[in-house]
């Protein structure tokens, strides 16, 4: 029997997604944009890590490339983007659905909110897509209950709306270095959750524990 993708070359891979085998150059273009493939499949892993190494970032056309965030301010602020990475990857787990553009997407309205809120002047606009607005309000959860933790130990909460921004501007633009750009692509995702303990997403948001 042919691949039954393309039903003319011969079938060697196994696609634990499909649950049949097909052959190699389908699961090679048809990885991620029509085969949803799971995080453990090893021709992913291997793949990921391929494009992973010969990959050149044009840090020109990554998201408001205007501004570069340094080392210290992501060392300053980690639990700040771990409650951040946490709420995303909780959302993805809820919701199959959820691939890294639609993350990218609500980052990128969260921005935009917070570059107008840190100017004085504060406009919001979610994602009309439902994916892309769960995330949104994840993440705009995150930051609010981040705020009312941070306050309630401290006495006040002293994250100001322009660390909020770059932080997600961060995030934005790791997740456009770590995403493939396939339509089902995960691969920022399957990132972020490498940043947590086995186990870590069965747990409130409060006991997150980052790797070391």
């Not at 998201?63 to 951040?84: C, G, Y």
């Not at 004085?120 to 930051?143: H, K, L, M, N, S």
């Not at 270095?177 to 747990?203: H, I, V, W, Y």
């Amino acid at each position: 029997m042919p691949c039954p993708i393309c039903e003319k070359r011969d079938p060697r891979r196994f696609c634990p997604a499909r649950g049949d085998t097909i052959c190699a150059i389908c699961c090679g273009t048809e990885r991620e944009v029509t085969i949803d493939c799971p995080v453990d499949c090893p021709y992913l892993i291997v793949s990921r890590r391929y494009d992973l190494e010969r990959r050149e970032v044009d840090w020109s056309k990554v998201p408001f490339a205007d501004v570069k965030i340094p080392a210290s301010f992501v060392a300053e602020h980690e639990s700040f983007l771990a409650a951040l990475s946490y709420a995303i990857c909780r959302a993805a787990q809820d919701d199959r659905l959820v691939v890294d553009a639609d993350v990218l997407a609500a980052l990128g309205a969260l921005v935009e909110a917070y570059r107008t809120l840190a100017s004085g002047i504060y406009f919001e606009r979610p994602p009309d897509y439902r994916v892309q607005r769960e995330v949104y309000d994840a993440v705009r959860t995150a930051i609010e209950e981040f705020k009312k933790a941070e306050a309630e130990t401290r006495g006040t909460a002293r994250l100001r709306d322009g660390e909020i921004r770059d932080a997600l501007i961060f995030l934005a633009q790791l997740g456009t270095t770590r995403a493939n750009g396939r339509p089902k692509g995960r691969a920022f995702l399957d990132f972020l959750r490498t940043q947590f303990k086995s186990g870590e997403f069965a747990k409130p948001a409060s006991n997150i524990v980052l790797l070391p």
